[in-house]
């Protein structure tokens, strides 16, 4: 089964370390609405973190222009730190934690 965890910004900001504050600010900045077909200046809004197995974070949101839901894909599970630090965290809220909602994707 693949499921997606929640994990708060602090999560996130562990998980992407030093980086943090720009990549995070630029990512939530390039977002591309289906709704409103808006690209160019076009933010989302984040409203829920989701960590998925991959190690990567998709931020679920509302597109800045429309309102419509956004969802934006950050590939943190690439980078073998950020993957590491991510998978120390899911183990973590899964086996010791348990302070986390869950997501199914089919």
């Given at each position: 089964m ?10 996130l900001r562990l ?14 900045r ?12 076009n ?13 990567d ?37 899964v ?12």
């Amino acid at each position: 089964m693949y499921v997606d965890i929640s994990i708060t910004e602090e999560d996130l900001r562990l998980i992407m370390g030093k980086p943090f504050e720009p990549r995070y600010a630029a990512a939530l900045r390039d977002a591309f609405c289906p709704a409103c077909r808006q690209k160019e200046d076009n933010a989302v809004r984040p409203e829920k973190l989701w960590l998925n197995p991959a190690g990567d974070v998709i931020v679920e949101g509302a597109c800045s222009s429309c309102g419509a839901p956004v969802e934006k894909l950050l590939e943190t599970g690439v980078e073998p730190r950020q993957y590491d630090q991510a998978m120390a965290i899911r183990e973590y809220k899964v086996e010791i934690g348990k302070d986390y909602e869950i997501r199914q994707v089919d």
